[in-house]
C-alpha cells in the first residue's frame, strides 16, 4: 500500500507550486506527455498516488476529479521531437510546455519536478527522484499525464488496429514486436529507438 501523501509538502516552500511529470519515455511509439498540476488543500481528490501503483480505473476516476478540482495543464513532445531531440530533451520540453500552459503560471513561486533533470522553465524548480512517490502534486501530475497519453495511444489503436496501442501503449511487448515484424513501422514509431533503427537497417 502506498504512503499518504500530503499538501504540507507542497506548502513548505510558501508559494504556489506545481507538481510535474511525464508519461512515455520508454515506449516505442507515440508521443511524450507531460502534466502541470497546481492542487488547492480546499478540495484535494482523496488517494492520489504514483500512477504506476494505481489500477486504470482510478486513475481514470482521479483524473476526472484533478481536472475538477486542480489546476491542471499537459503539454506534449512529438514522435518527431524525440527522434530530432532525443527522449529525454524532448521530455523536458514537453514539461516546459505544460508548466508554461498553466493559467496561473505567471504566479508561480516554483516548479516540482520528478526526476533528477531540470526542464528549460524561468521560473524556480526542484528535481525530486521518484518525486511521485514523495510529493502529491507530482503524484498528481503523474496521473494526468498517464491518462493523457493512454486516451492517445487509444486514438492510434482504432488508426493502427494491427498493433495493440490500446493494450500496450507503445511499449516493446513481445505483441508489439511481433506486429513490427508483420506489418512494419508507422508514422508514430519512434526511429530514434533501437529495435525501430534496426528494422529500417534491415529494410535499406
Known amino acids: 500500500?502506498?504512503?499518504?501523501?500530503?499538501?504540507?509538502?507542497?506548502?513548505?516552500?510558501?508559494?504556489?507550486?506545481?507538481?510535474?511529470?511525464?508519461?512515455?519515455?520508454?515506449?516505442?511509439?507515440?508521443?511524450?506527455?507531460?502534466?502541470?498540476?497546481?492542487?488547492?488543500?480546499?478540495?484535494?481528490?482523496?488517494?492520489?498516488?504514483?500512477?504506476?501503483?494505481?489500477?486504470?480505473?482510478?486513475?481514470?476516476q482521479l483524473y476526472e476529479q484533478l481536472l475538477a478540482q486542480a489546476e491542471v495543464a499537459t503539454g506534449l513532445a512529438t514522435v518527431e521531437e524525440i527522434d530530432t531531440l532525443n527522449i529525454l530533451r524532448a521530455s523536458l520540453l514537453a514539461m516546459q510546455r505544460a508548466v508554461e500552459a498553466l493559467p496561473s503560471y505567471g504566479m508561480l513561486h516554483a516548479a516540482l519536478i520528478d526526476g533528477n533533470q531540470r526542464a528549460p522553465l524561468s521560473c524556480t524548480q526542484h528535481t525530486f527522484v521518484q518525486g511521485d512517490a514523495r510529493c502529491l502534486s507530482i503524484a498528481a501530475a503523474s496521473i494526468v499525464a498517464k491518462v493523457t497519453r493512454d486516451r492517445i495511444m487509444a486514438d492510434y489503436a482504432r488508426q493502427y488496429p494491427e498493433y495493440g496501442f490500446d493494450g500496450h501503449a507503445g511499449y516493446g511487448t513481445a505483441a508489439h514486436l511481433a506486429a513490427l515484424e508483420r506489418h512494419g513501422i508507422t508514422p508514430i514509431h519512434r526511429r530514434s529507438f533501437a529495435p525501430i533503427s534496426r528494422l529500417l537497417e534491415r529494410a535499406a
Not at 511525464?22 to 502534466?35: D, N, T
Not at 494505481?54 to 486513475?59: G, H, I, K, V
Request: glycine share 14%; charged share 25%.
Open 1 to 60: 500500500m502506498q504512503p499518504k501523501l500530503h499538501i504540507r509538502f507542497e506548502q513548505s516552500f510558501g508559494g504556489l507550486v506545481c507538481g510535474v511529470d511525464e508519461a512515455g519515455r520508454g515506449p516505442l511509439a507515440g508521443p511524450v506527455v507531460a502534466a502541470a498540476v497546481i492542487l488547492h488543500s480546499e478540495c484535494l481528490p482523496d488517494g492520489i498516488g504514483d500512477s504506476k501503483k494505481l489500477s486504470a480505473r482510478r486513475r481514470e
